[in-house]
């Protein structure tokens, strides 16, 4: 069961860390050099439609999952299989606070600000959105690739 626990853990931690890297090195980019009306439609768009269950599965999955592990190898595991999960953990925590912190907020202001000042609400939003973007990538790559020690320890 732990192994099928982390296994479970690593790869919705995967796909949580392509899904921002996605946006990292494709949609924003793509994005920047559009009108600002249409990048405010476009996210708006986007974060209505990823509010589903397939993303919540591996948003928060990746939590549980990961803690399960944590909790599973530190009941009766190796350390050495401990301590890379435990440090994965760690680092896809962080991705959330700073999603629930910062993302979610700016997502959510965005949403609010509509289509009356689209000039406004980019400058709001892209500049920060964009650079924090960047980080929870390499906390969910960084969690990703403890997962994978993890897993290359079993």
Known sequence: MR????????ITTGMMAGLFYAYSISVM???RGADAAVLVEVMQRI?????????????????VFSAA???LYAIDGPAEVLLPT?????LYAGQLVLT??????LNNALEAAGSADPAAARRA???????????????????FVS???ALAQV
């Open 86 to 90: 435990a440090i994965g953990l760690v």
């Open 100 to 105: 629930a912190g910062l993302h979610i907020p």
């Open 47 to 63: 974060n209505r439609a990823i509010t589903n269950g397939w993303f919540f599965l591996c948003f928060a999955g990746a939590l």
């Open 3 to 10: 192994l099928t626990v982390l296994l479970a853990a690593t």
């Open 69 to 71: 592990a944590t909790v």
């Open 29 to 31: 980019p793509a994005l």
């Open 147 to 149: 997962l994978c020690g």
């Open 125 to 143: 939003f892209e500049p920060r959105w964009v650079r924090w973007n960047h980080a929870r990538t390499l906390l969910c790559t960084g969690s």
